[in-house]
């Protein structure tokens, strides 16, 4: 798990992640096969800046509590799907996909859960107000200078060219 | 418009039959749609639907302050109204670093048993009038009304009474609460030999639950199954010991589980959760001071410092979690409710196919979705 | 199990159960018999929630506006103007749309002055949604004919036939448990 971009916190009595979008699925596997077996939940949300998937975690045996959570840009909101890891989270992700607009790749199935099929938009988002239209002065944030996860330090490597 | 939630027939098959259950089915327990195919009496393919009820929790409560917050938690899961506001206030007082009292955490505690057994009560009821068993159903909701009257003489409504908040709880017990609720046990223990007399000790019912809608200990972890459902698979999973909350650490109970993973089984964890309720109950009524604060210290306007919190409670029906992110301000950034029943209707697919369409609804009872917390 | 013994299982199940119901026969019914008989509402449970006048007359209310602002579903409407005699603000207009209100009671918890409260009447239905629109007139006329009410500040308060307001003996109170226990210690030290 070195070599993967993420930072480890403690907050309260939980390990929280935050990984590069990259590396979610390599992290979250990393997780499972550690003994995080048990999907508590997953959560679309909106930052200001982009979209963040975020999942709880918990070990059966082992009684950790883990949250990973990753955020991608609002014009590729592109994350890959772990419904083969826990298959719990399948609807879980539907509905990230169908309030916050989150994409699951390789999901088997991801088609709007809560609400009906004609729907356009995705309600959670924060352009959006609580009736669903848009907000005339709303403009997205700039997206941080220092992203939550730990940038590889390496960028000579070629990464950067 | 089209409409996108049936399923396609296989091309060259003619034997099998695609019929819609719901959404105005009785027995689905609210506004379930399941589009099952048919081979004979065999279900060969099943879909869920959901989403009926829908009304976007999530974003109502971004635009309400978090004192305003905890009525709208209350119509989440309305047949245990007063358990569905704990997660979302645990998560809140972490937040805001709120201590509670110990007095306070035992009356919670009290309530919240309460109110499981009133969920079960329903559960019982409704489920029972699904199999075909009418007389249940009447006994049962005479038992819960004594609870429904202790809580609205104490938290000021019968269903919804939004009583639990920051620090502790709205306001103190009736003078008469120690004394109704001790009453209630009393007599609730009178009752529940009839129910295990008239249901799960009688062969009829046996018959049709035995065996029937089988989950297995991996499938149910996997799917993130919880409550009743997972711990009839033999997974010893109950959020009240896994992390206590409240005054659990304090008290002594069993979690019941059974390997069998079937729908007698799942009833069999109910009936045996109210007999544990009843004991949490009486060890919290010796526990719990006459008198004494029943609320902590919490600032007139709820601030939580910015920051995320993830908690959950073992409700009725499973595990009950609340994400809530804040940014520092009056409003949340973002709340998230994890439901019991929208995790374990997942299960559908695996239980429905090459199950018998009758007993569909048995596994359906077993399973025990509420509709107001599934679609939110 | 042969089938013979399948079927008396059965019938003994439904003998079982016909006993058990053949019990609960004789005992006396769980029936409200509502129209007829009005059930007793606790003063705590919110159903209607109604404006207290003082004993000579004047609002309780002094228009600040909180239960206004902690309002979940922002039925209450406020205006208000300065008190020409004197600080502070008197009410020109107080609305409350019963047909939105979710009954949570938040303004009762966050009135000051225990000048909005919860009765102990229930009789809420109407043939006309508008009627459920209830302007301070009609607030007040049910405050006028609470015999109990309930507020965090004051507790339990009672209006005596003479018109007096009275607080309500501490069986009634929540958290009165205190006081009788006090008693009960006093009684026995005396």
């Known amino acids: ?161 | 418009m089209r409409n996108p939630t049936t399923i396609e027939p296989v091309p060259g098959r003619t034997d099998e039959m695609i019929i819609n259950m719901g959404p105005q089915h009785p027995a689905t327990h609210g506004v379930l749609k399941v589009v099952i195919g048919l081979d004979g009496e065999r279900i060969t393919r099943a879909v869920p639907h959901i989403g009926f009820l829908h009304r976007n929790h999530e974003k109502i409560e971004e635009a309400r302050t978090y004192t305003q917050i905890i009525s709208y938690t209350d119509r989440m899961d309305y047949v245990s109204g007063l358990q569905n506001e704990l997660p979302f206030i645990l998560a809140v007082e972490d937040l805001l670093g709120v201590e509670v009292p110990p007095r306070a955490k035992l009356i919670r505690t009290i309530f919240f048993e309460l109110f499981r057994i009133a969920s079960h009560l329903v559960w019982l009821g409704t489920g029972m009038l699904d199999l075909g068993a009418i007389t249940p159903f009447l006994y049962t909701f005479r038992d819960r009304e004594k609870i429904l009257e202790i809580t609205e003489k104490t938290a000021g409504a019968r269903m919804l009474p939004n009583y639990f908040t920051f620090g502790g709880v709205r306001r103190d017990v009736h003078p008469d609460f120690f004394k109704d609720v001790a009453a209630f046990l009393d007599f609730f223990e009178t009752r529940l030999p009839d129910y295990y007399a008239l249901v799960l000790d009688s062969p009829v019912f046996q018959a049709r639950a035995v065996g029937v809608g089988v989950l297995s200990k991996e499938r149910a972890i996997a799917r993130g199954a919880s409550g009743p459902v997972i711990r009839a698979s033999g997974v010893p999973y109950d959020v009240r010991k896994a992390e206590p909350y409240d005054a659990y650490p304090e008290l002594e109970f069993e979690i019941p589980t059974r390997e069998e993973g079937d729908v007698y089984a799942r009833f069999w964890v109910r009936f045996r959760e109210m007999e544990e309720s009843v004991k949490i109950i009486r060890q919290a009524l010796e526990k719990v001071p006459k008198t004494g604060p029943y609320k902590g210290k919490v600032p007139p306007r709820v601030k939580p410092k910015p920051g995320a919190r993830y908690r959950a409670v073992e409700i009725a029906r499973g595990h009950l979690g609340a994400y809530v992110v804040s940014d520092g301000s009056e409003y949340p950034a973002r709340i998230k409710h994890r439901s019991p029943s929208f995790a374990n209707l997942q299960l559908i697919p695996d239980l429905f196919v090459g199950a018998r369409f009758a007993d569909a609804i048995a596994i359906l009872s077993s399973l025990d979705p509420v509709f107001g917390e599934v679609d939110r | 199990m042969s089938l013979f013994a399948e079927v008396w299982d059965a019938v003994k199940a439904v003998a079982a159960g016909l006993e058990t119901v053949h019990r609960r026969v004789k005992q006396p019914p769980a029936t409200e018999f509502y129209p007829y008989k009005k059930p007793e509402i606790p003063p705590v449970s919110v159903q209607f929630l109604a404006l207290i006048q003082n004993e000579d007359g004047t609002d309780r209310c002094v228009a600040c506006l909180q239960c206004e602002r902690v309002c979940p579903s922002q039925v209450i409407t406020i205006e208000r103007k300065r008190n020409p005699e004197g600080k502070g603000f008197v009410l020109e207009r107080f609305d409350l749309d019963f047909a939105n209100c979710m009954h949570c009671a938040n303004c009762v918890e966050a009135c000051p002055v225990s000048a909005i409260v919860t009765v102990g009447e229930f009789e809420h239905a109407v043939y006309d949604i508008n009627f459920l629109k209830a302007d301070k007139a009609f607030l007040d006329h049910i405050g006028h004919e609470a015999k109990i009410w309930y507020s965090p500040k004051f507790g339990v308060e009672m209006r005596t036939p003479e018109g007096k307001i009275v607080k309500a003996p501490p069986e009634m109170q929540p958290g009165g448990l205190a006081e009788l226990l006090k008693e009960a210690e006093g009684g026995e030290g005396a």
């Open chain 1, 1 to 161: 798990m070195t070599e993967l971009r993420y930072k480890k916190t403690t907050e309260f009595d939980e390990e929280v992640y935050a990984v590069h979008p990259e590396d979610y699925r390599a992290l979250l596997e990393a997780l499972k096969a550690e003994g995080f077996d048990y999907p508590r939940s997953l959560t679309g949300m909106d930052t200001g800046y982009g979209l963040r998937v975020v999942v709880h975690l918990y070990g059966i045996e082992s009684g950790k509590k883990a949250t990973v959570f990753t955020d991608v840009p609002y014009d590729d909101p592109v994350v890959p799907s772990v419904t083969d890891l826990w298959p719990g989270l399948e609807w879980f992700e539907r509905e990230a996909f169908d309030l916050v607009g989150i994409r699951f790749a390789g999901h088997p199935d991801l088609r709007r859960i809560l609400l009906e099929e004609d729907w356009t938009i995705h309600p959670l988002q924060k352009r959006y107000d609580t009736g669903g239209y848009p907000l005339p002065d709303w403009q997205p944030a700039p997206w941080p200078e220092t992203p939550p996860w730990e940038e590889p330090q390496a960028s000579e490597e070629g990464g950067e060219a």
